[in-house]
């Protein structure tokens, strides 16, 4: 009971005191350590529930934790007869999480990095977590029976009180997380331009950094021969252009959601390098955003490629929080992970430094692979017989899509498809077809795209760890009269 006081006390304090929950601040040191094909297995299976299952049990983890912390003190009881053994027990507690997990967060020493503020935020959790043990051990069945059930009541209802507020304050999140993610509202053969709304959002952390256009620099230094400091304003004030992209996730599963197209406003990356003047040792640039994630790329394809932005608008509108304001990375043609949200530094370098997932197996090119959707009929819909509109998206990045064909027979004979113009070759197709079935029966739907190479998509399913997913998007429907 006490540990799960403690626990809602410290969500209650991220809400009105701005301290990083526990939780947070252990995500990025308990990804680090996974390996990552049980990561990618966890991502394929759970998808955005995976981020919830990982709160969930760093919540459980912890109670479990201070319960035990606070078994040690009543055994402790038993031999010592103290009313500020608790707070001992509890001052253990802060030591370890002051001393060495905060620390391990990235919240430096005391986790003053957050403030100084940090130290004694934990240390009143702490206090409250050994006062509601002292209520447990002045409960013993040495006091009378009625005071007894007053002193074991306050606890209850103290553990009462923290389930409800963990639940007021995780639960929305965790439902919209799960059931109501941004790309899960679009029903039908998506839009050229996915609407804002259900643009997707990927993100590795609990909570997204949030930067204060104002005062926010991006850096770029490193081998160069003069450093540059670019604030916000200065970066609207560059020559910009604005592109159509699709961007792809690299944990989307075959025929999955998380896949949208949009016009960013940007300046080119090179011309960003280029007013640092990098020095002729330098043959890599490296990136790092404020949630700590990283990422590199060769210069020479930096300097090759113009369409590769420091993106500061979507649509039209500065970038949201979710899309990584005030500016992020956005390298066409690759996975989403290439791309770094809330740009901080970029630093001119002479080898590749480790990606954030690269470090963890991943792909360090991340080039997208081909892919193509059903998004109608749905899969296990029941239709009348007669004309059938079939459609979807195709996305082969750079490479374009050159032909899109789809099966009724579970790949026996396929039909070719019409497809709208892209709008820009940087972006996915649409796809439309009307089929029309002979008879009703339950009938296996295919569909298959062909690069602009003349590459035909990969029809060997895949899982997305270490590169990506692939194989052919299958659904089952039931034509009937």
């Known amino acids: 009971m006490a540990g799960a006081a403690l626990v809602a006390l410290m969500y209650l304090a991220g809400l009105l005191l701005g301290l ?16 990552g094909f049980v990561f990618g297995f966890l991502i394929d299976t759970l998808q955005h529930a995976g981020k919830v299952v990982e709160e969930f049990g760093l919540i459980i983890a912890m109670v479990v934790a201070l319960g035990v912390l606070g078994a040690a003190a009543s055994v402790a009881g038993l031999r010592w007869t103290s009313q500020y053994l608790p707070f001992a027990f509890a001052g253990l507690g802060w030591v370890v ?18 403030g100084p503020a940090t130290p004694l935020i934990w240390a009143a959790l702490f206090s409250i977590y050994a006062v509601v043990l002292q209520f447990g051990a002045q409960a013993s069945p040495g006091v009378d029976a009625g005071r007894r059930r007053v002193l074991s009541a306050v606890p209850l209802a103290i ?20 059931f109501n993610a941004p790309e899960s509202g679009l029903r039908g053969v998506s839009p050229a331009i996915t609407p804002l709304s259900n643009f997707y959002v990927v993100s590795k952390n609990f909570a997204d950094p949030v930067v204060d256009g104002q005062s926010w620099k991006l850096g770029v230094g490193g081998l160069a021969n003069r450093s540059v400091s670019i604030s916000l304003a200065d970066l609207r004030a560059l020559p910009a252009t604005t592109e159509y992209v699709t961007l792809n996730c690299i944990s989307n599963n075959v025929g999955g959601d998380l896949m949208s197209t949009g016009a960013f406003t940007g300046v080119p990356l090179r011309d960003v390098v280029a007013m640092a003047s990098p020095q002729s040792q330098a043959t890599w640039v490296a990136f790092r955003a404020r949630d700590g994630y990283t990422e590199s790329l060769p210069l020479s ?50 080898r590749e430094t480790g990606g954030y997932w690269e470090q963890q197996g991943w792909d360090h090119n991340a080039v997208v692979k081909t892919t193509s959707r059903l998004d ?55 796809w439309r077809s009307t089929w029309t079935p002979a008879t009703e029966g339950a009938y296996k739907l295919m569909v298959r795209a062909t690069d602009g190479s003349g590459a035909l998509q990969d029809r060997n399913s895949a899982a997305s760890y270490p590169s990506g997913a692939s194989g052919y998007h299958s659904i089952q429907v039931n034509v009937s009269h």
């Open 20 to 35: 990083r929950p526990l939780t947070q601040l252990l995500n990025e040191p308990l990804l680090s350590l996974m390996p």
């Open 97 to 114: 999480v002051a001393g060495l997990l905060l620390p391990v967060g990235g919240a430096g020493f005391l986790g003053l990095n957050d």
């Open 159 to 178: 553990a009462g009180f923290s389930v409800l507020a963990l639940a007021y304050r995780l639960l929305p999140d965790w439902y919209e997380a799960v």
């Open 301 to 350: 394809t930096i300097q090759a490629s113009p369409e590769i932005l420091v993106a500061y608008a979507l649509d039209g509108s500065p970038l949201a929080t979710q899309h990584g304001f005030p500016a992020r990375i956005l390298i066409p043609g690759h996975y989403g992970m290439k791309g770094p949200k809330w740009l901080d530094a970029i630093e001119l370098v002479s």
């Open 376 to 430: 109608a009929p749905r899969d296990g819909e029941i239709i009348k017989l007669g004309p059938i509109d079939v459609g979807g998206v195709a996305f082969a990045g750079k490479r374009g899509v050159s032909k899109v064909e789809y099966t009724t027979d579970g790949g026996s004979t396929w039909i070719t498809a019409p497809f709208d113009p892209p709008l820009s070759s940087l972006t996915w197709v649409l």
